[in-house]
Nanobody, 129 residues
Framework: QVQLVESGGGLVQAGGSLRLSCAAS????????MGWFRQAPGKEREFVAA?????????YYADSVKGRFTISRDNAKNTVYLQMNSLKPEDTAVYYC?????????????????????WGQGTLVTVSS
């Protein structure tokens, strides 16, 4: 199994941008579907975005971030990224990276939160108004 370490969180003003990174250990990174989730204070963890290596690198986004966030991956670097633009105060949350070797579509990752194999420790993103 891979291990995941997120980085890149911080404090940013509304309208600003941040890029999160998730570095994975292990030699089978490309075989994992990868996703980003977030959890705001007092709320459940929710899906943000997912990406797979096959099917042309298919991606899938939550409606709340579509058009503002972009997920990408570099299999040579064992890293998945989340570029976040036009940030809003409601984007404030701890962002978690997740991986699963059983999932075959990016859409499936969006509905599999409770069953994912591997989670990172999270990185805090705070957007001030």
């Amino acid at each position: 199994q891979v291990q995941l370490v997120e980085s890149g969180g911080g404090l940013v003003q509304a309208g600003g941008s941040l890029r999160l990174s998730c570095a994975a250990s292990g030699r089978t990174f490309s075989s994992y579907a990868m996703g980003w989730f977030r959890q705001a204070p007092g709320k459940e963890r929710e899906f943000v975005a997912a990406i797979i290596s096959w099917s042309g690198g298919s991606t899938y986004y939550a409606d709340s971030v579509k058009g503002r966030f972009t997920i990408s991956r570099d299999n040579a670097k064992n890293t998945v990224y989340l570029q976040m633009n036009s940030l809003k105060p409601e984007d404030t949350a701890v962002y978690y990276c997740a991986a699963d070797s059983r999932i075959t579509t990016a859409q499936a990752m969006g509905v599999s939160r409770e069953y994912l194999e591997v989670w990172g420790q999270g990185t805090l993103v705070t957007v001030s108004s």
